[in-house]
């Protein structure tokens, strides 16, 4: 059964500086995506970052990145030069392509505080 | 371009009442659609997904269902409410045959009295 685990429940970091927010996952599907999202305070989910699990090189979009280990089942999101409006939740998700069908399921999230 | 839009963005209802949330995709054409709730401090649980028009599947069973009467309208309803219906209720879409992305709505907050 597919299983995603985010194990920091809250994160803090300074402004401007680097944070790594974690996610594992677990799947027997050999073809998946990886998602991460960001959740204000206002509450809509918004799409930060995707990687196929056949994906050669880590995505990255802007001052995300996101580290693939696929040997490990890790998938952690890297925000580089944190800024005050990055204080959010933070949700990894995925979904099997082969097995899983439409479905995508989430972890547990990471509450990120950026302090100024 | 695609939008989606989700109504009402806040509900209170009481316990036993009828419930009926509504999601449309502008832009775009036989989406899959998804319903998911979130409990407060909690992560997102797939409720529905729908692939086409009367298509249907059920991920959790529960007090609610959902229907798919138009290709770019979802709806999430339930005869009589619990308190523990409850929650943020997101509704999202998926262009078909695209697998890297998924939009949301602005979601709908319940509360159940």
């Known amino acids: 059964a597919q299983k995603i685990t985010q194990t920091q429940p809250g994160m803090f970091v300074q402004e401007k500086e680097a944070v790594t927010l974690d996610c594992t996952y677990d799947?027997?599907?050999?073809?998946?995506?990886l998602f991460w999202y960001k959740q204000p305070s206002s509450g809509e989910m918004i799409f930060l970052i995707y990687?196929?699990?056949?994906?050669?090189q880590n995505a990255t979009e802007g001052r995300y990145s996101l580290n693939f280990q696929k040997a490990r089942k890790s998938a952690n999101l890297v925000i580089s030069a944190s800024q005050l409006g990055d204080s959010a939740m933070y949700f990894c998700?995925?979904?099997?392509?082969?097995?899983?069908?439409?479905?995508?399921?989430f972890g547990a999230g990471t509450r990120l505080f950026v302090k100024a | 371009s695609q939008t989606i839009h989700q109504w009402p963005a806040t509900l209170v209802q009481p316990v036993g009442s009828p419930l009926s949330l509504e999601c449309t995709v502008e832009?775009?054409?036989?989406?899959?659609l998804y319903w998911y709730r979130q409990a407060a401090g909690r992560g997102l649980q797939l409720l529905f997904y729908?692939?086409?028009?009367?298509?249907i599947s059920s991920e959790v069973p529960q007090n609610l269902s959902a229907s798919r009467p138009q290709d770019r309208q979802f709806i999430l309803s339930s005869k009589k409410l619990l308190l523990s219906d409850s929650g943020f209720y997101l509704c999202?879409?998926?262009?078909?045959?695209?697998?890297?992305?998924?939009?949301f709505g602005a979601g709908t907050r319940l509360s159940v009295l």
């Open positions: 999202a879409w998926t262009p078909s045959g695209k697998k890297n992305i998924q939009y």
């Open positions: 799947t027997s599907d050999p073809s998946y995506g």
């Open positions: 990687q196929g699990s056949y994906d050669q």
């Open positions: 998700a995925m979904r099997e392509v082969n097995t899983g069908g439409f479905k995508t399921i």
């Open positions: 832009g775009t054409s036989n989406p899959n």
């Open positions: 729908s692939v086409g028009i009367g298509q």
